[in-house]
């Protein structure tokens, strides 16, 4: 089942060879991609069931690839739905990037990835100035709100939720959330490439490790340039290395990362943002976050966060590719 499609700078998942007893793993497959939770617990319970539950909770309120969800009943002008908390707080989450990133972070910039071709409609045949101008009109999270009664208000009703950029790392922390209160105190979930991080390696008694793919890395033959190690957080990338669209009649290049100030699918300099955050959903956010704003307003951000940190590449004034760490980042780095 095909959900939501947001990854490219993957997170190699570092296994352990030597498991204690009571190591469990559970694969499968969820929105869209594939999964692997490594977790520990003494005692047996239901957790194929329950995290079927969760995944199945998160389709349903913000998946746009789902016509009954919430979300997608809200984008064709249902103004009666009113909003579960799963949307509430991804919402909320919204808002706070939103803030903290100028409105380079926008869920409300669905219109312009259907009109480029990444979302679920036919991409225009043309798009000049004209036909951006008219469309940023329905872009702006500032445009909508939740009203007292929790439905959805809207200043134009074409304005298209998409919360593809936040919602896959919400659904992870969803995953953890439900393995907490099961008295899991210890896991790494790893899902389309984004990790959840909690407790410790018991088999190694050491932090987690994984691995971050390196920008030339192939599909067919993918390795990791750097390995950290993570404990208690979540961790995103986003990159348009391999995620973008040739038109077939002009032959220009549309990238999926877009900048919801101008409207263009065009890269910025940074051409893959890794990400560390408290939560999978604030770490997924940000990652995006960067890759529309480049590397020195993404740089400015990242001073002015806490507990937020990442790993840059970006092509410098020769195009040659270079890459930045915050401080805190540099500290997670095995090497």
């Known amino acids: 089942m095909r959900v939501f499609l947001f990854?490219?700078?993957?997170?190699?998942?570092?296994?352990?060879?030597?498991?204690?007893?009571?190591?469990?793993?559970?694969?499968?497959?969820?929105f869209g991609t594939t999964y692997s939770i490594q977790y520990y617990s003494p005692k047996e319970f239901k957790v194929q069931q329950g995290l079927d539950s969760v995944l199945a909770a998160v389709n349903a309120s913000v998946s746009t690839y789902m016509p009954n969800s919430a979300i997608s009943k809200i984008n064709r002008g249902d103004s009666t739905v009113v909003v579960d908390r799963i949307f509430k707080e991804v919402f909320i989450i919204s808002e706070e990037v939103h803030r903290n990133s100028l409105g380079y972070f926008d869920p409300t910039v669905g219109v312009l990835r259907n009109a480029y071709g990444f979302g679920e409609e036919k991409p225009l045949k043309m798009i000049d100035s004209t036909v951006l101008d008219s469309l940023r009109k329905f872009v702006g999270f500032q445009k909508v709100q939740i009203t007292p009664k929790g439905t959805i208000e809207k200043e134009y009703p074409e304005i298209y939720f998409d919360f593809n950029a936040v919602a896959k790392g919400y659904g992870i922390?969803?995953?953890?959330?439900?393995?907490?209160?099961?008295?899991v105190s210890d896991y790494l979930i790893e899902l389309g490439g984004e990790i959840l991080a909690k407790g410790r390696n018991l088999d190694k008694q050491k932090p987690w490790v994984v691995g971050i793919e390196g920008v030339d890395s192939s599909l067919e033959d993918r390795t990791y340039t750097h390995t950290i190690a993570i404990e208690n957080m979540g961790m995103a990338s986003?990159?348009?290395?391999?995620?973008?669209?040739i038109d077939s009649l002009t032959g220009k290049k549309y990238v999926h990362t877009i900048?919801?100030?101008?409207?263009?699918a065009e890269a910025s300099n940074v051409t893959s943002a890794t990400?560390?955050?408290?939560?999978?959903?604030?770490?997924?956010?940000?990652?995006?976050?960067?890759m529309a704003m480049g590397l020195d307003k993404a740089k400015q951000m990242l001073e002015n966060l806490e507990g937020v940190e990442a790993y840059l590449t970006y092509l410098d004034e020769q195009q040659e590719t270079q890459s930045f760490a915050t401080e805190g980042f540099q500290k997670l780095l095995f090497n």
């Open 259 to 264: 900048n919801p100030l101008t409207g263009k």
């Open 7 to 30: 990854f490219v700078v993957v997170l190699t998942f570092i296994s352990c060879k030597k498991e204690t007893k009571n190591t469990r793993i559970l694969q499968g497959n969820a």
């Open 173 to 183: 922390d969803c995953i953890g959330r439900y393995l907490n209160a099961q008295g």
């Open 238 to 245: 986003s990159g348009n290395y391999r995620k973008y669209r």
């Open 275 to 290: 990400v560390t955050a408290k939560t999978c959903a604030l770490a997924d956010a940000y990652a995006t976050a960067c």
